[in-house]
Antibody
Framework: QVRLVQSGPDVGKPGASVNVSCKAS????????IHWVRQAPGQGLEWIGW????????NLAQKFQGRLIMTTDTSIDTAYMEMNGLKSDDTAVYFC?????????????WGQGTLVTISS | QSALTQPPSASGSPGQSVTISCTGT?????????VSWYHHHPGKAPKLIIY???NRPSGVSYRFSGSKSGNTASLTVSGLQAEDEGDYYC??????????FGGGTKLTVL
């Protein structure tokens, strides 16, 4: 069965970096996109960006450009999201999700979420 | 770009129907049939319930239906059941390979 398993909770200081991983299983990793979505405390879902394991191509929401990097390692079917220059309002649960493309928001399987807490 | 606009809350009694709207612009909802809806219980992963405006994934109840008119998409939940409670989010393609989510609607079954 399709599964996306994310890394555990993380704590970072303002200005630091955090790396969240998302290991896929049960399907051909390179055939689907990986999207990242977050939910800050008390807030709604926010789309962050996508990465194509097949091409390595990425696309980010404008607010994250310049401080977020998405990569994949197809040898171990794992996607990574690295965020730099952390701010307190980056505290959120971060989800990875399997997507069919970069232009249709069909996210059919999701990871369990990773809580990232930014605190001094 | 701004988030899509959803009512913050909706409610209905068991067996009733409720409709949740999601309003965008001609650059997102109005310009694309790439609109999806998700059901989310806090602390869990969101679940896809409608894609491409009105399509239901396998295993999703027929009680969920979607539609679109102009810049507004809608989700209707018929025959409300207690398990339908939770947060509902719309999302749309917004051009340039990016996506927007709505602010979310908390559905309460009275």
């Amino acid at each position: 069965q399709v599964r996306l398993v994310q890394s555990g909770p993380d704590v970072g200081k303002p200005g630091a970096s955090v790396n969240v991983s998302c290991k896929a299983s049960g399907y051909t990793f390179s055939a689907y996109y990986i999207h990242w979505v977050r939910q800050a405390p008390g807030q709604g879902l926010e789309w962050i960006g996508w990465v194509s394991p097949n091409t390595g191509g990425t696309n980010l929401a404008q607010k994250f450009q310049g401080r977020l990097i998405m990569t994949t390692d197809t040898s171990i079917d794992t996607a990574y999201m690295e965020m730099n220059g952390l701010k307190s309002d980056d505290t959120a649960v971060y989800f990875c999700a399997r997507g069919y493309s970069g232009y249709d928001p069909v996210f059919d399987f999701w990871g369990q979420g990773t809580l990232v807490t930014i605190s001094s | 770009q701004s988030a899509l606009t959803q009512p913050p809350s909706a409610s209905g009694s068991p067996g009733q129907s409720v409709t949740i709207s999601c309003t965008g612009t001609s650059s997102d909802i109005g310009g694309s049939n790439s609109v999806s809806w998700y059901h989310h219980h806090p602390g869990k992963a969101p679940k896809l319930i409608i894609y491409e405006v009105f399509n239901r994934p396998s295993g999703v109840s027929y009680r969920f239906s979607g539609s679109k008119s102009g810049n507004t998409a809608s989700l209707t939940v018929s025959g409300l059941q207690a398990e339908d409670e939770g947060d509902y989010y719309c999302t749309s393609y917004a051009g340039g390979n990016i996506f927007l989510f709505g602010g979310g609607t908390k559905l309460t079954v009275l």
